[in-house]
């Protein structure tokens, strides 16, 4: 118990620092259209990798059993002997 409020205590201020740092690098630094620029990028290229993602888990998934095929009598079967 004692780590994880330890951890959470460093996530919390690692996050905090964060926002300075971003808060910093917006407003007060030459760099500032280099940090939109990035941050920008970053944010696009998050949410293309994750349609890139569940494009290929639809691509590669394999279509279920179809219900025609399926035989529901062995099913329920399995299911009475489990349930003795």
């Known amino acids: 118990m ?14 905090l620092a964060g926002v300075v740092i971003y808060f910093w690098l917006l407003f007060m630094s030459p760099w500032a ?13 998050m949410v293309l990798l994750i349609m890139a993602w569940i494009g290929y888990t639809l691509a590669t998934t394999p279509p279920p059993m179809p219900l025609e095929d399926f035989d529901f009598e062995a099913e329920s079967e399995e299911e009475e002997e489990a349930s003795e």
């Open 2 to 15: 004692a780590n994880d409020r330890a951890l959470g205590g460093i996530i919390f201020l690692g996050s």
């Open 33 to 45: 259209w280099l940090t939109i620029q990035v941050s920008a990028l970053l944010a696009v290229g």
